[in-house]
């Protein structure tokens, strides 16, 4: 008998040091970085792109696994997801915002990302005034709906499998999300980061590079085009989470209903027409991103001139500085800021110049109280003030603009 219970205490103790499926150390790190990874794809691919911003629709067999696997992963809800982040484009950067950093502050947000989530989710208002159009089948009102089930038999897994360090693995692939779509994207990708676009809110970009977190490191391409199912934008961008859809648009388990619009160039026309106008208004952040290229062309000239003309330091000095917001839009601009980029223009003539031509350029789509022919005429005086400036940059880029088509 005594040796019996020997045994059976050895095995136990074996088990609970390798489990049933022995595995290396970097084995368990490969394990831990393929599952999260899997979440990482179902949350931008399912989650967001499909579910909450319709950008793309997925086939059953995709579908159905990566609502199993979140329900495995994470325990979230469709529902409860898709309506919370539509909120947050709905009130971004505002009081309601469910979690925006310039409101909540980033430390708030980075720490509390998953309590500020469940919150929320707990508001009834938002889940029936957003989360239309979600799942509401047998399997979601019976199975994924009980939160706790779904992580605690990914836990019973990971013991079995793993055996002790099965709970340390189950740690991460629970914390996984929480810190970096809770915290990272929705706390830094509003705070910190480089923007091609300006958006109306403060999203970034991350980095250039999305692959840890599935793509959704563009933040700032996906918040100007909410509706694409790509994040990628310009040629060094990398979007693995696209590379993913593609695939699977190409074996028929999904169809891409929208990418980002491209403003095309063609034949320079001798005045903008009505065309003109169409593909400046349906393409006016890259519009607005190819001027800020102007600017800063601007910029550079303005900054050599005073190097050659051996200016002060101060007035060196302040163009560098205020040369940060000079692509902004006035709203966008820190207090702190306006006064120092207000010497900056006055000094300049040239870049006051673009900039308030800038603004007159934006008042194109932002002006609803004018007719297509009276926008038109507007378009077309505003290339003609632009070509006879004497600015280089300015003239280049009303030229360019007579070219453009959607």
Known sequence: ??????????????????????????QLLLYTLFTTHITIAAVTIFLHRSQAHRALDL??????????????????VTKQWVAIHRKHHAKCETEEDPHSPQTRGLGKVMRE???????????????????????????ERHVYRHSVLGPSLMLIL??????????????????????????VVNGVGHFW????????????????????????????????????????????????GW????AMQKIGWAKVKKTPPRLRSGVVKPVADELTLEAVIANRYEVMARYARGVRAAVKQELDALKQAQAQKAEVSLLKSAQRWLHRDAEKVPADAQGQLAQARAAHPVIDQMLTMREELRQLWLNTTLSREQLTGNLQAWCQ??????????????????????
């Open 1 to 26: 008998m005594s040796l019996d219970i020997g045994l059976i205490w050895n095995a136990v103790v074996d088990w609970l040091a390798h489990g049933l499926w022995a595995l290396s150390w970097w």
């Open 59 to 76: 086939g059953p067999v995709p579908a159905h696994f990566f609502r199993f696997w979140l329900w495995l992963g994470t325990g979230m």
């Open 113 to 139: 990302g998953a309590e500020l989530y469940r919150a929320e989710a707990r508001n009834q208002e938002t889940l029936k005034q957003y989360g239309h159009g979600t799942p509401d089948d047998w399997m």
């Open 158 to 183: 990971n013991v079995a499998l793993f055996g002790a360090i099965g709970l340390t693995i189950w740690a991460v692939q629970m914390v996984w999300i929480p810190f970096w779509a809770a915290g």
């Open 193 to 240: 980061g480089y923007r091609n676009y300006e958006a109306a809110d403060a999203s970034t970009n991350l980095v250039p590079w999305g692959i840890i977190i599935g793509g959704e490191e563009l933040h700032n391409n996906h918040h100007t085009y909410p509706t694409s199912a790509k994040f990628s934008v310009k040629r060094y961008e990398f979007d693995i």
């Open 243 to 246: 590379i993913y859809i593609s």
């Open 385 to 406: 003030r632009a070509e006879a400036s004497g600015i280089a940059a300015l003239k280049d880029f009303s030229v360019k603009l007579r070219a453009a088509h959607a």
